[in-house]
Structure formats: C-alpha cells, structure tokens
T-cell receptor
Framework: DAKTTQPNSMESNEEEPVHLPCNHS???????IHWYRQLPSQGPEYVIH???SNVNNRMASLAIAEDRKSSTLILHRATLRDAAVYYC?????????????FGKGTHLIIQP | EPEVTQTPSHQVTQMGQEVILRCVPI?????FYWYRQILGQKVEFLVS????????KSEIFDDQFSVERPDGSNFTLKIRSTKLEDSAMYFC?????????????FGSGTRLTVV
C-alpha cells in the first residue's frame, strides 16, 4: 500500500473547524483515500473516503488536492466527542478483501 | 444503525489455553476481518474472510490462529495456545463488498489478557 504521512497530533477548540492534513505523494491513480477515526477505548470508525473529487457526508468533508498527493479531512464544527486518533489510509481500487494498513494517525485534542 | 457485535468484551486466559473470540457481523455484509491492537500500538490486520474461506492473511496470522463462520451469523477467531504477547484488543470488522470504495464497520473489540 502507498504510504501516508500525518502529523502526530493536533489541537483545536470546541465549536471551531478542524483541518487534518494527510500527505500521500506516492499515491497511484487507482488508490482511494479513506479516513477512519478511533475514539478512546473503541474500535476504528469509518469517516469518509474519496477518489478525486471533494466529498461531504454527515460526519466530515474530504478535500483532495488536484494532483491527489495530499488531502484534508475537515470537521466543520468540532465537539469534545471528536477527540480521537484520525487515520488516513489508501486503498487500491483493485478490490478484493485486502486489509487496511493503519499508521499512527493524528491524535486530535479538542479543548473546551 | 447496524452494528458489529463482539463478545466477550474482556477475556482473561492462562498462557497455553485456547480462546475463541466471537463476532456477529452486519447481516448483509459479505466480507469479514479480524484486526488486533496491542496496547499503545497501531491497529494491525490479521485476516480477511469471504465466501467461507480466508482471502488474505498477515504474517501475524500464523498456525496458532484460525477463523470460522460456523453458521450464518457468527464469525470467530480462535487462538489455539495463547502466549503472553497475544494480549491485545481484537477487533472484528465487516464490509458489504470488498471493493475499496466500501468502508468497514468495526466492532468495539474484545480485550484479551493472557496471564
């Protein structure tokens, strides 16, 4: 799997937007960009994914650079419940039951 | 919202004993997975399962591990002879399809402690 690079940690204030960056300079044309998060003492949770276009869902937005070498997960209005480790993961579109390769992710701290 | 259910939430076992961790994936999902997370470390892929057979497995998934779908709803991970280093959180996950544009749904995990 192509490698991703994320900051170890970020801090934000409650009710403010949060932009979580991810670099994936070796991404291939067929890789999807997935984001998961892991709240304390819980299993990972799917957040969002995209291929080329920006994506929005009820949890977050995903902004993908035009060259696809980086992406940003946007939480529009952070709450204390959004404090978690956020993982940016690439998955080849070839399909099959391949496993996800988790890195260390970004530990997001939300200040009240 | 549909959930992946794992039981038990915490299991303590003696070294050398066999353990079975149980999972009930989401009912219309076809792909099933086990991951583990040793305390303070990354989430690691163990195995994927589709159409009643293993599709992919990692180096961690050696002969001590096995998986089974004994009926239409349960998915189990068996560790035959547990070692101290098997102590970890074990997460089950399922996916509707195996294509990379589908997300996974993870369970809350089973904390396995080997003493």
């Amino acid at each position: 799997d192509a490698k991703t690079t994320q900051p170890n940690s970020m801090e934000s204030n409650e009710e403010e937007p949060v932009h979580l960056p991810c670099n994936h300079s070796t991404i291939s044309g067929t890789d999807y960009i997935h984001w998961y998060r892991q709240l304390p003492s819980q299993g990972p949770e799917y957040v969002i994914h995209g291929l080329t276009s920006n994506v929005n869902n009820r949890m977050a937005s995903l902004a993908i650079a035009e060259d696809r070498k980086s992406s940003t997960l946007i939480l529009h209005r952070a709450t204390l419940r959004d404090a978690a480790v956020y993982y940016c993961i690439l998955r080849d579109s070839g399909g099959g039951a391949d496993g996800l390769t988790f890195g260390k992710g970004t530990h997001l701290i939300i200040q009240p | 919202e549909p959930e992946v259910t794992q039981t038990p939430s915490h299991q303590v076992t003696q070294m050398g004993q066999e353990v079975i961790l149980r999972c009930v994936p989401i009912s219309n999902h076809l792909y099933f997975y086990w991951y583990r997370q040793i305390l303070g470390q990354k989430v690691e892929f163990l195995v994927s399962f589709y159409n009643n057979e293993i599709s992919e497995k990692s180096e961690i998934f050696d002969d001590q591990f096995s998986v089974e779908r004994p009926d239409g709803s349960n998915f189990t991970l068996k560790i035959r002879s547990t070692k101290l280093e098997d102590s970890a959180m074990y997460f089950c996950a399922s996916s509707e399809q195996g294509y990379s544009f589908y997300g996974y749904t993870f369970g809350s995990g089973t904390r396995l402690t080997v003493v």
